[in-house]
């Protein structure tokens, strides 16, 4: 039997919904653009789903030559590092249509450099990840990181050797952002839908954060509701943070989209690996819609609860409430979903995401046409708020569509996410609720956080 939607009265835009405006101004004019190769002459003209296609073959064809690869978002372009001056390497690079640039680090001594750090460094709010645009390591520690901790890091950092990773201080803690995104319940923890697809069975079902999936077995759309989802696989900690979620009603329906505010949404097509300088954009339901860039790939993060490895790692700004949630490109390609990261939307910080194209080939899981909604995807929901021309958007408790619809999460039937859009439901709000505002939620799996 399909979820029916349950009307909800007027609420609040959740916080920072004046950042997810900005970006909803960003995707939905280019949500269907699409750019043109270049002539024959010249590297080619590229989206940055396709850049790391290119990169890819790259890396398998310049072997130890190559190091790394990044995205030149303003001439949509793929610069390639070259280790070395080696002009053979260099012009099959641009035969290949990318730009060759010649760098000191492999990509393989990078990633060497890395495992000297998980062995040596491994410390509770740390992170690294690989950085192509700097050719090094993106080393950053949390502010619980001082004293004996702060100097075995940088130590380590040091016996890398030169110009091989900078290290830096986060005025945040490294936390998974439980409580929410599009509202899905379990076990006392408040978590977000990430996208819907179709499980190696047939059957309809979701990705979210891995955290997510050892907190609670089964899921509902609303709170101390009856159970709609059931767990089917999760890793959290370790390679990586994803799990996949199986809807009980095996008729369940779901369209394949994001929804980003006031009926407009973006179609999902595919899933696509990250490209480091692409811009992508983040749904959730405290902060709304909220873009961003992808800094860093292949990143280890050491939480409290653990070490996970693998993840991308960006400058989207996220709060706890956002956890799980969508991120993606605006020409539909789904890339991560949200797995935690430092700071807030007032100052910014470090975020962390599971690839999708992992979670998908690890659970055996498809991402399609009939089979996928992003967090806050849905024909009707508004998690982004109102659109920057709607009068909604300067009052913040204008209209059902402003930071809440009915539909959020996967859509008119999906059941997950349905009726509870995480940031301003009736009694079930991530930022803007009457009863359920997630302060002090527990996970279930000693994950404890507060909403921003």
């Known amino acids: 039997m399909s979820h029916k939607r349950i009307p909800k009265r007027k609420a609040a835009i959740a916080a920072g919904s004046v950042a997810a405006l900005g970006a909803a101004a960003l995707l939905l004019p280019n949500a269907n653009a699409s750019q043109t190769d270049a002539k024959d002459a010249g590297p080619k003209t590229l989206k940055a789903a396709d850049a790391s296609d290119l990169a890819s073959l790259l890396a398998t064809q310049l072997g130890d030559a190559y190091g790394g690869a990044y995205y030149d978002a303003a001439k949509k372009q793929v610069v390639v590092n070259v280790v070395g001056d080696n002009s053979k390497v260099a012009d099959a690079v641009k035969k290949a249509g990318a730009v060759p640039r010649s760098v000191d680090n492999s990509l393989a001594a990078l990633k060497s450099a890395a495992r000297t750090l998980k062995t040596d460094a491994t410390i509770p709010g740390t992170a690294w990840s ?55 319940f379990g076990g006392g923890a408040r978590c977000s839908l990430g996208f819907n697809v179709t499980a190696s069975d047939g059957s309809p079902a979701f990705l979210t954060a891995g955290h997510c999936g050892v907190a609670a077995k089964q899921w509902s759309d609303t709170q101390d509701g009856a159970p709609i989802a059931t767990v089917d696989q999760a890793t959290f900690p370790g390679d990586g943070d994803f799990s996949l979620v199986k809807y009980d009603d095996p008729n369940t329906q779901a ?73 993606f490109t605006q020409d539909g390609s789904a890339i991560g979903l949200t797995s935690g990261g430092s700071g807030d939307c007032t100052v910014g910080g470090e975020t962390f995401f599971q690839p999708v194209t992992t979670a998908l080939t690890a659970t055996g899981a498809t991402l399609g046409a009939g089979a996928g909604a992003g967090a806050g995807a849905g024909d009707a929901s508004a998690t982004a708020g109102a659109e920057p021309s709607d009068p909604a958007a300067s009052d913040p408790a204008a209209g059902d569509q402003s930071g809440a619809g009915d539909q959020s999460g996967t859509g008119d039937q999906s059941g997950a996410g349905a009726d509870q859009s995480g940031a301003a439901g009736d009694n079930q709000s991530g930022a803007a609720g009457d009863n359920q505002s997630g302060t002090g939620a527990d996970d279930g799996s000693g994950m404890v956080s507060s909403n921003g």
């Open 130 to 184: 690989v950085d192509p645009k700097t050719n090094q390591l993106r080393v950053t520690a949390d502010s619980t990181v001082t004293g004996a901790n702060w100097n075995k890091l940088t130590s380590t950092v040091g016996s890398l050797g030169s110009g091989m990773a900078t290290v830096k201080k986060s005025a945040g803690t490294f936390k998974t952002f439980v409580d929410g995104g599009d509202a899905i």
């Open 255 to 327: 369209n394949s989209a994001v929804n980003v505010g006031n009926g407009q949404s973006v179609a999902i097509n595919q899933a696509a690996d990250a490209a480091v300088g692409q811009q992508v954009f983040r749904m959730g339901s405290t902060t709304g819609l909220n873009d961003g860039n992808v800094t860093g790939l292949d990143a280890t993060v050491n939480y409290p609860e653990g070490t996970v490895t693998g993840l991308i790692q960006t400058d989207v700004c996220a709060e706890p409430g956002d956890s799980g949630g969508s991120l």
